[in-house]
């Protein structure tokens, strides 16, 4: 066969079949990513006081908490977690205290019921928010911690 009868590609310039290259590499390196962010977005639901069907005050939060604690077998009673509150926060949820021995330490109390990052994780309870400024995570940790520690939040009368 003569080199004139021998079928031909289309002449593409270099800088053309790079870009192709290229771009086909940064397609299969993105799939993974997009598969992995999808897939573990959709995983994920937290509890709040509004998707229990309560208002988003310190009723509702109470609440919220209170009902997630029975499912978990955590103790307390509305009274014991209100009283806690208000001695603890006046119901500010961004309440944080920058001044005491935690604070100068690093680990600020923060929230409803003044907890510090550490005891926060410790006693998160799962289902909840991970932001200790969350209401019902924080109302739901620092009950679980104080259930550990004295029996109940309806035990605890003072910092704790």
């Not at 192709?20 to 962010?37: E, H, R, Y």
């Not at 603890?88 to 021995?101: C, H, K, L």
């Amino acid at each position: 066969m003569s080199a004139a009868a021998q079928h031909r590609r289309p002449r593409r310039s270099r800088i053309a079949r790079k870009l192709a290259v290229v771009s086909l590499g940064a397609t299969v390196l993105a799939l993974p990513v997009i598969g992995a962010t999808s897939a573990s977005a959709a995983t994920t639901t937290t509890v709040t006081a509004t998707s229990l069907g309560y208002s988003n005050t310190l009723d509702g939060w109470i609440r919220a908490s209170l009902q997630v604690m029975a499912q978990h077998g955590i103790p307390g009673s509305y009274d014991g977690i209100y009283r806690n509150v208000i001695r603890e926060s006046s119901g500010n949820p961004y309440a944080i205290n920058n001044w005491d021995s935690n604070a100068l330490a690093g680990t600020p109390s923060k929230g409803l019921l003044q907890v510090i990052d550490p005891t926060f994780a410790a006693y998160h309870v799962s289902g909840t928010s991970y932001d200790p400024y969350d209401p019902v995570a924080n109302i739901t940790a620092a009950c679980n911690y104080a259930a550990q520690r004295y029996g109940s939040i309806d035990n605890v009368w003072g910092a704790y």
